[in-house]
């Protein structure tokens, strides 16, 4: 069997996995192609439409200056899962180096887990919140402070495991053949950190969908002419009352798409921890 075949097997041995898979697949597509397709201006105001319920013309029906708003979620799409990718790729990175720094030079493991484990003892959305407040609304202001937030975690998973590795007998062994240092991080250890980082990623993933659309909602986040999917729940609030489409749909894009990817996370930590894989 062909190995990727074979991993991909594995993978999406469970169907819950795979239905997971295959609808972020499916919100990725339409948030990246539908809009290139469609002529549709998702910011085109129409008030004589305005809170329309879903009907044929309008699947999702329309806001409150009477934008469709399927294409709204659909371009808010991009706009959230673009913050989503930034802020896990950002933070994983980030926390890769701090945690490879604390758990192995033994000088630096002090001084960098005290910093983690105070930005840690602050509740998510409080930082976040503290830190849009100081950077300013914008959206790469709120990838930013979500990498700050998100960063710690990622840290902290690394260092543990960089401890276990470091004193392994082939990490040994490379310093005995005289082994540099930058050597033995990237080609003996960081390999071997493979499995956790990429659980990590998929769940800040998740994760900073959620809170952007927090931080949106609160009107602390990316700014109203963004329509990101919390943005429009934020815009849609005083309206909820007779118009409580506008709040569903993207509330349910954003409940769909955090829960594929959590799915998904769990699905990848099956499938790179040898333990867990036995038992399944």
Known sequence: MNPLTALLKRLFHRRVVLIAALLLLSI?????????????????????????????????????????????????????????????????????????????????????????????????????????????????????????????????????????????LFVDAARAIGVGTPRILYAHILPNLMSPVLVQLTFIFAY???????????????????????TMIASSLQYADQAFWTIVFPGVAIILTALCLQIVGDGVRDLLDPKLRETT
């Open 208 to 230: 900073a969908i959620l809170a952007e659309a927090g931080l949106s909602f609160l009107g602390v986040g990316v700014p109203p002419e963004i329509p990101t999917w919390g």
């Open 28 to 168: 990725a597509a339409l948030a990246l192609i539908f809009p290139l397709l469609s002529d549709v201006d998702p910011n085109a105001i129409a008030v004589l439409d305005r809170l329309r319920a879903p009907s044929a013309a309008h699947w999702a029906g329309t806001d409150e200056l009477g934008r469709d708003l399927a294409m709204r979620i659909v371009w808010g799409g991009r706009y959230s899962i673009l913050i989503g990718v930034a802020t896990a790729c950002l933070s994983v990175i980030a926390g890769t180096v701090l945690g490879l720094l604390a758990g192995f030079f033994r000088r630096l493991d002090a001084p960098i887990m005290r910093v983690v484990d105070a930005m840690m003892s602050f509740p998510d959305i409080l930082l976040g919140i503290s830190l849009v407040s100081i950077l300013g609304a914008s959206l790469w202001n709120v990838v930013l402070a979500l990498v700050i937030v998100y960063t710690p975690r990622v840290a902290r998973v690394v260092r543990a495991s960089t401890l276990v590795i470091r004193e392994l």
